[in-house]
């Protein structure tokens, strides 16, 4: 079974500054998708970013972007110029490439401090 | 632009009671499941359909009931209630044909059994 760990439960960062969140996953397919949702208090889940594996190239969004590292099944967000309105639990999630079910991690809370 | 329509948001209920959470969504979307979201674990998936009349199990579905008559609606039925089933519920969607299959989601039902 696919296991995704975000081992930072809590992050902060100050408004501007850049900030990375980690993800670690265990998988032993070779095609599969990798997502990063952000969860502000409204509870609205609301996808920032997403790569494909067998794409080598970095995504990016705007101020986010990813560092996927295939070998060493990591896939890390970095925020840049953070804003306050960054400041929400981001999960990463696993798919495999054939599926929709989505595999989560815990989850980890970013603060942005003004 | 409703998307995913969860109802209700919120609901107390005692133990063995039984309730259903509605899930509605207006984008056609063949694909429909729903995620527990407990503190420090994440959104955990307990039932899935993929079409109207076929629905499967998840990681987490000892205690829950889905069916799947519409392509629209995917209610998830509690049949006893019991207190370890308190927590956030979450409803999401996604086209099949897409490779991608972004996962659109409601709002979240945070349901208390007491």
């Known amino acids: 079974a696919q296991t995704v760990t975000q081992s930072q439960p809590e992050m902060s960062v100050q408004e501007a500054e850049t900030v990375t969140l980690s993800c670690t996953y265990d998988?032993?397919?070779?095609?599969?998708?990798l997502f990063w949702y952000k969860q502000p208090p409204s509870r609205q889940m609301i996808l920032v970013i997403r790569?494909?594996?067998?794409?080598?190239q970095n995504a990016t969004e705007n101020r986010f972007s990813v560092n996927f590292q295939k070998a060493a099944k990591s896939f890390s967000l970095k925020i840049s110029d953070s804003q306050l309105g960054d400041a929400a639990m981001y999960f990463c999630?696993?798919?495999?490439?054939?599926?929709?079910?989505?595999?989560f991690g815990s989850g980890t809370q970013l603060t942005v401090l003004p | 632009n409703a998307g995913v329509t969860q109802t209700p948001k919120f609901q107390v209920l005692k133990t063995g009671q039984s309730m259903t959470l509605q899930c509605a969504q207006d984008?056609?979307?063949?694909?429909m499941s729903w995620y527990r979201q407990d503190p420090g674990m994440g959104l955990r998936l307990i039932h899935y359909?993929?079409?109207?009349?076929?629905?499967d199990q998840g990681e987490v579905p000892n205690g829950y009931n889905v069916s799947r008559s519409t392509t629209e609606d995917f209610p998830l039925r509690l049949l006893s209630a019991a207190p370890s089933q308190t927590s956030v519920y979450f409803c999401?969607?996604?086209?099949?044909?897409?490779?991608?299959?972004?996962?659109?989601f409601g709002e979240g039902s945070r349901l208390t059994v007491l």
């Open positions: 999401a969607s996604s086209v099949l044909a897409d490779a991608f299959g972004e996962l659109f």
């Open positions: 998988t032993s397919e070779s095609d599969y998708y």
């Open positions: 790569q494909e594996a067998y794409k080598q």
């Open positions: 999630a696993y798919r495999r490439f054939s599926a929709r079910q989505l595999t």
């Open positions: 984008m056609n979307h063949e694909y």
């Open positions: 359909s993929v079409g109207a009349g076929i629905t």
